[in-house]
């Protein structure tokens, strides 16, 4: 189900920042585990970061540690990444997930474990 909606993405540089948004239709998002996954031409989607709802209980993929930020603002029903010190590497379409069955992420859970998704936001780094 697609009904997230992201936007942020864009073409920078390498070492530059984007700032990536998700918004969520209904307060109930608030409560649920929440994510970024990317995927790359060719390659697996992989989680980037997750948030769990209700608690601040926050995880990073290896690569992402130190560079990219993943926050909350529920006043607005809204999900972050902020990316920093971008990589060519990090050249992918982002998208936010969530699994509205579960508040707690536990990690950085496998794309199957998403329900809703957004269409994605393309993030082209160059070198």
């Known amino acids: 189900q697609v009904h997230l909606v992201e936007s942020g993405g864009g073409s920078v540089q390498a070492g530059g920042s984007l700032r990536l948004s998700c918004e969520a239709p209904?307060?109930?998002?608030?409560?649920?585990?929440m994510a970024w996954f990317r995927q790359a031409p060719g390659k697996e989607r992989e989680a980037v970061a997750t948030?769990?709802?209700?608690?601040?209980?926050?995880a990073y993929a290896e690569f992402a540690k130190g560079r990219f930020t993943i926050s909350r603002d529920n006043t607005r029903k809204m999900l972050y990444l902020q990316m920093n010190s971008l990589k060519p590497e990090d050249t992918a379409m982002y998208y936010c997930?969530?699994?509205?069955?579960?508040?707690?992420?536990?990690?950085?859970?496998?794309?199957?474990?998403?329900?809703?998704w957004g269409q994605g936001t393309q993030v082209t780094v160059s070198s």
């Open positions: 997930a969530a699994d509205l069955a579960h508040a707690i992420c536990g990690g950085l859970p496998k794309a199957s474990a998403f329900t809703d």
């Open positions: 209904t307060d109930s998002y608030n409560s649920a585990c």
């Open positions: 948030s769990s709802g209700g608690i601040d209980w926050i």
